[in-house]
Protein backbone atom coordinates (compact mmCIF):
# COMPACT_ATOMS: atom_id res chain seq x y z
CA UNK A 1 0.00 0.00 0.00
CA UNK A 2 1.42 3.54 -1.13
CA UNK A 3 1.52 6.37 1.07
CA UNK A 4 -0.30 9.67 0.40
CA UNK A 5 1.49 11.79 -1.49
CA UNK A 6 -0.07 14.54 0.93
CA UNK A 7 0.23 12.94 4.25
CA UNK A 8 -1.74 14.53 7.19
CA UNK A 9 -2.45 13.54 10.59
CA UNK A 10 -5.78 15.05 10.45
CA UNK A 11 -6.54 13.17 7.33
CA UNK A 12 -5.45 9.80 8.90
CA UNK A 13 -7.69 10.40 11.27
CA UNK A 14 -10.57 11.63 9.39
CA UNK A 15 -10.50 8.74 6.90
CA UNK A 16 -10.03 5.80 9.15
CA UNK A 17 -12.09 6.97 11.63
CA UNK A 18 -15.70 7.95 8.87
CA UNK A 19 -14.91 4.84 7.20
CA UNK A 20 -15.07 2.80 10.59
CA UNK A 21 -18.09 4.40 11.47
CA UNK A 22 -19.99 4.44 8.59
CA UNK A 23 -19.06 0.07 8.02
CA UNK A 24 -19.37 -0.54 11.57
CA UNK A 25 -22.98 0.80 11.94
CA UNK A 26 -24.00 -0.68 7.88
CA UNK A 27 -23.32 -4.43 10.08
CA UNK A 28 -25.39 -4.61 12.66
CA UNK A 29 -28.26 -2.55 10.03
CA UNK A 30 -27.79 -5.48 7.87
CA UNK A 31 -27.15 -8.15 9.78
CA UNK A 32 -30.07 -7.35 12.84
CA UNK A 33 -32.79 -6.45 9.76
CA UNK A 34 -31.99 -9.48 7.89
CA UNK A 35 -31.38 -12.04 10.95
CA UNK A 36 -34.86 -10.52 12.98
CA UNK A 37 -36.69 -7.51 10.83
CA UNK A 38 -35.27 -5.22 13.09
CA UNK A 39 -35.86 -1.44 11.77
CA UNK A 40 -32.85 0.28 11.34
CA UNK A 41 -33.47 2.97 13.11
CA UNK A 42 -33.20 0.63 16.24
CA UNK A 43 -29.86 0.59 15.61
CA UNK A 44 -29.13 3.99 16.36
CA UNK A 45 -31.22 4.25 18.80
CA UNK A 46 -29.39 1.07 20.79
CA UNK A 47 -26.49 3.22 21.06
CA UNK A 48 -27.95 6.59 21.97
CA UNK A 49 -29.40 4.09 24.23
CA UNK A 50 -25.28 4.38 26.26
CA UNK A 51 -27.03 7.70 27.21
CA UNK A 52 -30.47 7.75 27.86
CA UNK A 53 -31.13 4.06 29.00
CA UNK A 54 -34.42 2.46 27.26
CA UNK A 55 -36.00 6.04 26.62
CA UNK A 56 -33.78 6.05 23.56
CA UNK A 57 -36.04 3.63 21.54
CA UNK A 58 -39.08 6.03 22.02
CA UNK A 59 -37.35 9.24 20.81
CA UNK A 60 -37.72 8.73 17.36
CA UNK A 61 -34.78 10.35 14.66
CA UNK A 62 -34.00 12.59 17.35
CA UNK A 63 -32.43 9.86 19.28
CA UNK A 64 -31.32 7.97 16.31
CA UNK A 65 -29.30 10.91 15.15
CA UNK A 66 -28.31 11.14 18.69
CA UNK A 67 -27.19 7.41 18.47
CA UNK A 68 -25.29 8.58 15.10
CA UNK A 69 -23.23 11.28 16.36
CA UNK A 70 -21.96 9.10 19.43
CA UNK A 71 -20.92 6.52 17.39
CA UNK A 72 -19.16 9.09 14.67
CA UNK A 73 -17.14 10.36 17.54
CA UNK A 74 -16.48 7.27 18.89
CA UNK A 75 -15.29 5.67 15.92
CA UNK A 76 -13.10 9.25 15.32
CA UNK A 77 -12.06 8.93 19.01
CA UNK A 78 -10.64 4.99 18.53
CA UNK A 79 -8.81 6.61 15.32
CA UNK A 80 -7.01 9.33 17.28
CA UNK A 81 -5.91 7.18 19.10
CA UNK A 82 -4.46 4.92 16.85
CA UNK A 83 -2.63 7.51 14.73
CA UNK A 84 -1.21 9.39 17.70
CA UNK A 85 -0.27 5.77 18.99
CA UNK A 86 1.68 4.77 15.56
CA UNK A 87 3.44 7.90 15.65
CA UNK A 88 5.67 5.99 18.62
CA UNK A 89 5.00 2.44 17.80
CA UNK A 90 6.46 1.88 14.42
CA UNK A 91 4.77 -1.79 14.62
CA UNK A 92 1.48 -0.79 14.66
CA UNK A 93 2.59 1.51 10.29
CA UNK A 94 4.93 -1.37 9.63
CA UNK A 95 2.17 -4.07 9.45
CA UNK A 96 -0.69 -2.48 9.11
CA UNK A 97 -3.27 -5.88 8.68
CA UNK A 98 -2.07 -7.41 11.89
CA UNK A 99 -1.66 -4.30 14.04
CA UNK A 100 -5.26 -3.10 13.05
CA UNK A 101 -7.06 -6.59 13.62
CA UNK A 102 -4.88 -6.72 17.26
CA UNK A 103 -6.19 -3.05 17.45
CA UNK A 104 -10.16 -3.78 16.63
CA UNK A 105 -9.42 -6.69 19.65
CA UNK A 106 -8.74 -4.13 21.93
CA UNK A 107 -11.83 -2.15 21.04
CA UNK A 108 -13.54 -4.68 21.52
CA UNK A 109 -12.53 -5.51 24.96
CA UNK A 110 -13.13 -2.25 25.74
CA UNK A 111 -16.23 -1.29 24.19
CA UNK A 112 -17.75 -4.46 26.34
CA UNK A 113 -15.85 -4.94 29.38
CA UNK A 114 -15.48 -1.24 30.05
CA UNK A 115 -17.34 1.10 28.24
CA UNK A 116 -20.56 -0.71 27.89
CA UNK A 117 -21.03 -2.21 31.62
CA UNK A 118 -20.46 1.96 32.67
CA UNK A 119 -23.29 2.80 30.31
CA UNK A 120 -27.28 2.66 30.70
CA UNK A 121 -27.17 0.08 27.89
CA UNK A 122 -29.69 -2.72 29.23
CA UNK A 123 -26.88 -5.95 29.43
CA UNK A 124 -27.83 -8.72 27.05
CA UNK A 125 -26.43 -12.33 26.50
CA UNK A 126 -25.83 -12.74 22.59
CA UNK A 127 -26.10 -15.68 20.71
CA UNK A 128 -23.05 -17.09 19.36
CA UNK A 129 -24.07 -15.86 15.79
CA UNK A 130 -24.26 -12.28 17.07
CA UNK A 131 -21.05 -12.86 19.57
CA UNK A 132 -18.80 -14.08 15.99
CA UNK A 133 -20.76 -11.50 14.23
CA UNK A 134 -19.72 -8.64 16.75
CA UNK A 135 -16.23 -9.44 16.76
CA UNK A 136 -15.46 -9.79 13.28
CA UNK A 137 -17.06 -6.60 12.79
CA UNK A 138 -14.68 -4.98 15.08
CA UNK A 139 -11.73 -6.73 13.99
CA UNK A 140 -12.59 -6.32 10.52
CA UNK A 141 -15.08 -3.41 9.68
CA UNK A 142 -13.23 -0.63 12.75
CA UNK A 143 -9.69 -1.75 13.73
CA UNK A 144 -8.55 -2.25 9.95
CA UNK A 145 -9.62 0.53 8.40
CA UNK A 146 -8.37 2.47 10.89
CA UNK A 147 -4.93 0.85 10.62
CA UNK A 148 -4.59 1.35 7.08
CA UNK A 149 -6.18 5.03 6.82
CA UNK A 150 -2.94 5.25 9.01
CA UNK A 151 -1.02 3.19 6.82
CA UNK A 152 -1.94 5.10 3.34
CA UNK A 153 -2.85 9.16 5.39
CA UNK A 154 -0.47 9.83 8.23
CA UNK A 155 2.74 11.56 8.09
CA UNK A 156 6.05 9.74 9.31
CA UNK A 157 9.59 10.83 8.68
CA UNK A 158 11.09 7.36 8.17
CA UNK A 159 8.37 7.07 5.54
Given at each position: ????????????????????????????????????????????????????????????????????????????????????????????????????????????IVM?????????????????????????????LVG????????????????
Open positions: MQTSPHPSTAKAILIGGLLAAFLDILDPIFFFYFRNHLDPIRIPQSIASGLLGRAAFFGGIRTALLGLALHLFIALLWATLFVLAARFLPFLRQHPVRSGLFYGAFIYNYVVLPHSHVTPSRPTLAVLINGILAILILPISLANRRFAPYPHS
